[in-house]
């Protein structure tokens, strides 16, 4: 069943000029999502890593999955469960790998972790792949052709909602990673409604209209959190920047996003740099 869905999707993408890579991105998701089910359907070990983040069984092998179908494009691959050999500097096109986005959501049984690979070209990602393994859900874009997510055999394209009163809007944070800071900001903007999502989820909920904001103001964020959502959100009509307006960068040196991450349905967006430019002056200045 699961193979005649894939072979399904893998003959009828939504894009006249589909990448090649596509079909093997997608196909990476989906045989690691297979493998990470089966090991979230019965127990497993946690382990934590210098971070404190944890680590879990189905990490490592949606890595290797993964890993072992793109190797074929010789690009090279940054991944959050690899040594970062800094070769990939060299090279104008490289995959940026989560092979489990939202861990902790995996070990909480909550069901919202995710899958992303991201296809990275000159700096910018030209293709996200997002798998959401528990509902059965594959999110794709291409640059300048569109996000689109595949649900019940069908294709369906992915736009942004139109809402721009900031009380109107719908906000989304992280379960377990809210700081007391993030918490003001949100208490600053007034936003009506705001919801826990886990992962990459956030992201996608944008993209589908359900949600128009998402921040955090870490800067421990790396570019494997960001880059495959980062596709989908621009390709849906969205805005994904650091809260200082920066556009982000990929395949540098440097992997951390220093400045936060900020991500709407564009239209507000401007307008939450501005306040977050506020907020930050008056936390600065004791207020």
């Given at each position: 069943?699961a ?5 399904k ?13 596509t079909?093997?991105?997608?196909r990476?998701?989906?045989e ?6 089966k090991?979230y ?10 971070d404190?983040?944890p680590?879990?069984?189905a ?8 890993k072992?179908i ?27 790998i989560d ?11 909550s069901?919202?972790?995710?899958i992303m690979i991201a ?5 910018e990602p030209?293709?996200?792949v997002i798998?959401?393994?528990t509902?059965d859900?594959?999110?794709l874009?291409?640059?300048d052709?569109g996000?689109y997510k ?12 139109k809402?721009s009163?900031?009380?109107n809007?719908r906000?989304?944070?992280?379960r377990h990673?809210l ?9 600053m903007?007034?936003?009506?409604k705001f919801?826990e ?5 956030k ?9 128009e ?9 790396k570019?494997?959190?960001t880059?495959a959502?980062?596709c ?6 969205g805005?994904?920047?650091?809260m200082?307006g920066?556009k ?5 040196e440097?992997i951390?996003?220093k ?14 740099i501005?306040?977050y430019?506020?907020?930050?002056r ?6």
């Amino acid at each position: 069943m699961a193979m005649i869905k894939l072979n399904k999707m893998l003959h009828n993408f939504p894009f006249q000029n589909t990448l090649p890579e596509t079909e093997l991105a997608v196909r990476a998701v989906k045989e690691a999502g297979d493998a990470v089910m089966k090991i979230y359907k019965h127990d497993f070990v946690t382990t934590f890593k210098k971070d404190n983040e944890p680590l879990t069984e189905a990490d490592l092998k949606s890595n290797d999955i993964i890993k072992k179908i793109i190797t074929s494009t010789g690009y090279p691959i940054l991944s959050e469960e690899s040594l970062d050999d800094k070769k990939r500097l060299d090279h104008d096109k490289i995959w940026i790998i989560d092979p489990l986005d939202g861990t902790s959501d995996f070990v909480s049984k909550s069901g919202e972790f995710t899958i992303m690979i991201a296809l990275v070209d000159k700096h910018e990602p030209i293709l996200g792949v997002i798998y959401w393994p528990t509902n059965d859900i594959l999110y794709l874009a291409q640059k300048d052709c569109g996000a689109y997510k595949f649900v019940n055999d069908v294709w369906e394209k992915l736009t942004i909602s139109k809402r721009s009163e900031l009380r109107n809007c719908r906000a989304l944070g992280s379960r377990h990673h809210l700081s007391s800071h993030e918490t003001s900001f949100l208490k600053m903007l007034n936003v009506e409604k705001f919801s826990e999502r886990g992962s990459s989820l956030k992201i996608t909920d944008i993209c589908t209209g359900v949600a128009e904001l998402y921040f955090t103001m870490t800067s421990k964020m790396k570019q494997w959190d960001t880059c495959a959502s980062n596709c989908l959100i621009i390709e849906a009509g969205g805005k994904m920047t650091d809260m200082l307006g920066n556009k982000l960068e990929y395949n540098t040196e440097n992997i951390y996003h220093k400045n936060g991450i900020l991500v709407t349905n564009s239209i507000i967006h401007d307008i939450i740099i501005d306040r977050y430019t506020e907020f930050s002056r008056n936390m600065k200045n004791g207020n």
